[in-house]
């Protein structure tokens, strides 16, 4: 998608002293940038507050960075909110996190009216409590026409049981008879994945210094590049997104081969 340059100059104007708008080449913005928000608790620790508002804090930056990838003309946000091993958190976290993810979708509907965002959910929705879930399909039919950025929810995902998914859908169909052994190649499975119809992210963004995936899109990062900040999921700012796409455009991307072949 082609960046307003007039609208993203103004949301990019008083730049800090390391990054500047002109430090990216608009015409190399990353098709797909995908997230693992972290830090929120040690953010609201550090403060001495409740990690709940960390989570709190966590949705400010989360609203800035989908405004930030339509400013910049991405195709597909995508974000890890809730993973499948997350239901370990103590109960009163887990059901903060629920509301929150309800309210937080019904509270930014008209954002993504406003800016032609379409939904997508990555993830077993059908585990989530009711509420959660209604609101989640609501938030799906009302921007199933949007024609703009996918903004991808991965909330209870975990990556090993999507692909354990998809692999018994697949055995499921050759014991039909409707899929031969010989057309299970790497698009079939692609294709059974939450993620079926989207790029596979570009740039993969980890905040808070944590050097691990932790079961987030174990397939789909093949080749993507990957950026880990210091920064708190809750101090994440749009220029932090911009040191990301300023680091990624500096990458030698090779996808197995040779650069320049
Ligand atoms: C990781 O921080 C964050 C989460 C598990 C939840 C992510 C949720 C938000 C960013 C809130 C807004 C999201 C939506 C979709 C409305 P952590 O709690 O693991 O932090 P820590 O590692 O410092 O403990």
Not at 142 to 166: K, P
Not at 200 to 217: A, F, H, I, K, Q
């Amino acid at each position: 998608m082609l960046p307003d340059l007039d609208k993203l100059r103004e949301y990019y104007a008083e730049a800090p002293s390391d990054i500047r708008l002109e430090d990216v080449d608009l015409d190399r913005i990353p098709s797909h940038v995908s997230v693992i928000m972290d830090g929120n608790g040690r953010w609201a620790t550090a403060r001495g507050l409740d990690r709940s508002r960390g989570h709190v804090a966590g949705v400010d930056s989360l609203r800035e960075a989908v405004t930030t990838s339509v400013r910049l003309g991405l195709d597909v946000l995508s974000v890890y909110a809730f993973s499948t091993e997350n239901w370990r958190r103590p109960q009163r976290e887990v059901d903060l996190l629920m509301h929150l993810f309800a309210t937080t979708l019904v509270n930014e509907l008209p954002l993504f009216h406003q800016e032609n965002v379409r939904l997508r959910f990555l993830g077993d929705l059908d585990g989530l409590p009711d509420k959660t879930r209604r609101v989640f399909q609501s938030g799906l039919d009302a921007t199933r026409d949007h024609t703009g950025m996918t903004f991808a929810l991965a909330v209870n995902y975990g990556s090993r049981a999507e692909i354990a998914r998809a692999a018994r859908q697949i055995a499921r169909e050759v014991r039909a008879g409707t899929l031969s052994p010989d057309q299970v190649d790497e698009s079939a499975l692609a294709e059974r994945l939450y993620t079926r119809g989207l790029p596979d992210p570009d740039l993969l963004v980890r905040t808070s210094g944590e050097l691990r995936l932790s079961n987030y899109l174990l397939w789909q990062l093949a080749y993507t590049e990957f950026y880990v900040t210091d920064t708190l999921w809750p101090d994440f700012s749009r220029w932090d997104l911009l040191r990301a796409v300023a680091s990624y455009q500096g990458r030698a991307r090779r996808f197995g081969g040779v650069v320049g072949s």
